[in-house]
């Protein structure tokens, strides 16, 4: 019975001493050894058998109950962590710590290593009062060293610009990232090419200048990279687009196909000039006006840009594609790709040509004609010599429905001719017949008769066929002289010398010249008549021997004139020089003579 009143006591006893603390108001306080109950620090991991300190993480423990003076108004599930890197802001660390034994701990996550941190602990009351305790140590940065060999990899570079520097140099500027000690910038041209990289120091300005003179009107994409040690961290890429020159246009290469009546043209935009996303286009027939323009926007899901007439063209006609690249900051040129439509014919085309005919004049010209084909590009003319298993030869190309070319003397073709409509070729359309060109007979081409021998009352000379002849081939010559009148086969001569017996040197030769095939004779020539003009180059070729032989002869005539009066004018001075004794000669005999003089007077 006693016992159970004293134990009733003790019970009211401590019942009216809770209800008495909890009508106080108990802020939380510390004891003057609270930092003792706490622990800070790197969380250390083991790897390959190895403990490491992992840089980027902190571990914090405390026994919050042992660190303040009133237990029983403390809320236990209301303790919480701040952390502080240095020149930064307090951060409320949200994660729930882990409570055994007493002991709370937290692990805060991507600290920044190389910067100093600090730390401190809220306590709530359970009246809702609070009070912080700050762990008095700094937890100081990790070297260089220490970062590099943990692994850290630093966070990407932000807010990566690109701006003109001056002298068409590039600026590229970032943000920097913390702990870095090292940047890459690589840069490359997005369509393709070599990738360029530099590397820097970290530094206040964080900025690196292009000097390397960049293609104009191109894209590139530029790599920013932060790196500690021989980790990198990941990159920020950006795009920027150098301006154009005016006459940009120049790199387009469009491909055009063109029917009946449309044009379809595709270009590679971003490959040649990525910096122009829009441009003007319009289709203008020669001597006619433009159609309207029409603008034409990149589209980068495409390869090629797109353009397609929006009139019917007529067929076979030609045109230019004008284009002009649209640029906000350069007023840039245009410039005209020229193309054809294609014709509606869908016959042979070789059968169009027909009749193809050729004539040759007196003066060897040779005349091709055809019937003139609708929509034709061009023709083209062929020949071929009147023999077997000859190969076809193009002499000529034109866009008219004739051809003219000068025939050779005395050979014999067929002529052929072969027509292109939409760049597609016909056959060679022939005729049938061959055609001869006949000997040239005109005062130009006149043989030459030239004597090589007169003496003993005979005469032998040579008959030169002309230079525009030199195919036609020799049947007989017709010689008169005197009162003779002969007729010579060639095969009968010896190197082709004629000879004859006159009655005197003076005798006038006649000789004129039949060819093979052909029932026409040259024109006389004659021994006494002045021979054929020789061509300008010949006859300087003719001349130049003699022109040097008499400047030469010349020149000799000179020195032998000279020789003589230097002879004379030293024989004149001889003879004066010893009129008045005043020779070498004279002077010794003189001396000789003095000598005897005194000898004898002696």
């Known amino acids: 019975m006693r016992k159970t009143m004293k134990g009733n006591i003790m019970l009211f006893a401590i019942v009216i001493l809770g209800l008495v603390s909890s009508t106080q108001s108990a802020t939380p306080s510390f004891k003057d050894n609270a930092d003792d109950f706490m622990n800070v620090g790197f969380k250390k991991t083991l790897r390959r058998g190895i403990r490491i300190q992992d840089f980027t993480k902190l571990e914090v423990e405390a026994r919050p109950l042992l660190m303040v003076n009133d237990v029983l108004s403390l809320n236990k599930n209301l303790v919480t962590l701040e952390i502080k890197a240095v020149d930064e802001d307090w951060k409320l660390v949200t994660t729930t710590p882990s409570m055994r034994g007493g002991v709370y701990k937290w692990t805060v996550s991507n600290l920044e290593p190389c910067v100093n941190h600090n730390v401190r602990i809220w306590f709530h009351s359970l009246d809702g009062s609070q009070n912080f305790f700050m762990y008095p140590a700094t937890i100081p940065a990790a070297s260089n060293e220490e970062i590099s060999a943990s692994g850290y990899r630093p966070h990407k570079p932000e807010d990566v610009k690109v701006s003109d520097y001056e002298l068409g140099e590039i600026k590229v500027s970032w943000t920097p990232s913390s702990c870095a000690n090292m940047y890459d910038v690589t840069y490359q041209k997005v369509a393709g090419g070599k990738s360029v990289s530099f590397q820097g120091a970290a530094s206040n300005e964080n900025s690196f200048i292009i000097t390397d003179e960049l293609d104009s009107c191109s894209e590139y994409e530029i790599r920013v990279t932060a790196a500690i040690g021989d980790e990198y961290s990941e990159e920020n890429i950006i795009t920027f687009s150098t301006p154009p020159e005016t006459n940009a246009v120049e790199r387009l290469e469009p491909i055009m196909q063109a029917t009946q009546n449309s044009l379809v043209s595709r270009w590679r935009g971003f490959e040649k000039l990525s910096c122009i996303s829009e441009y003007v286009v319009s289709v203008c027939k020669q001597g006619a006006k433009c159609s309207e323009s029409q603008k034409v926007e990149r589209d980068d899901s495409l390869q090629f840009i797109e353009f397609k007439s929006e009139v019917n063209l007529e067929e076979c006609s030609e045109y230019t594609l004008n284009i002009k690249p649209v640029h906000s900051e350069v007023d840039m040129e245009e410039k005209e790709f020229k193309f054809r439509t294609k014709s509606n014919s869908n016959e042979n085309v070789g059968s169009m040509l027909f009749p193809v005919q050729a004539e040759v004049d007196d003066e060897q010209m040779v005349t091709v004609s055809w019937n003139q084909v609708k929509c034709a590009n061009h023709y083209e003319v062929f020949q071929k010599s009147n023999e077997p298993e000859e190969e076809w030869e193009r002499v000529g190309t034109t866009e008219e429905n004739f ?91 010896k190197d082709g010398k004629i000879t004859v017996s006159v009655p005197a040197e003076s005798t006038e030769i006649q000789g004129r010249i039949k060819f093979y095939g052909y029932d026409l004779w040259t024109n006389w020539i004659s021994s006494d008549s002045p021979l054929r003009e020789k061509q300008t180059g010949g006859t300087i070729g003719f001349l130049l021997p003699v022109i ?41 005999l003189n001396k000789q003579m003095d000598e005897i003089i005194n000898s004898e007077k002696s």
Do not use: R, W
Request: some cysteine.
């Open 548 to 588: 040097i032989g008499s400047v030469i002869a010349v020149l000799v005539l000179i020195l032998l004139i000279f020789l003589v009066l230097q002879k004379k004018k030293s024989q004149v001075k001889y003879d004066t020089e010893k009129a008045k004794g005043t020779t070498e000669e004279s002077k010794k």
């Open 403 to 493: 051809f003219t070319k000068k025939g050779v003397p005395c050979t014999e073709y067929k002529y052929g001719v072969k027509v292109t409509i939409d760049d597609e070729e016909s056959d060679i359309v022939d005729l049938d017949q061959s055609i001869k060109i006949s000997p040239a007979l005109t005062i130009l081409d006149h043989p030459a008769l030239v004597i090589e021998e007169k003496s003993n009352g005979s005469m032998t000379f040579i008959i030169n066929n002309s230079d525009e002849n030199h195919h036609c081939k020799v049947e007989k010559y017709h010689i008169k002289y005197h009162t003779e009148e002969v007729y010579i086969d060639p095969h009968t001569l």
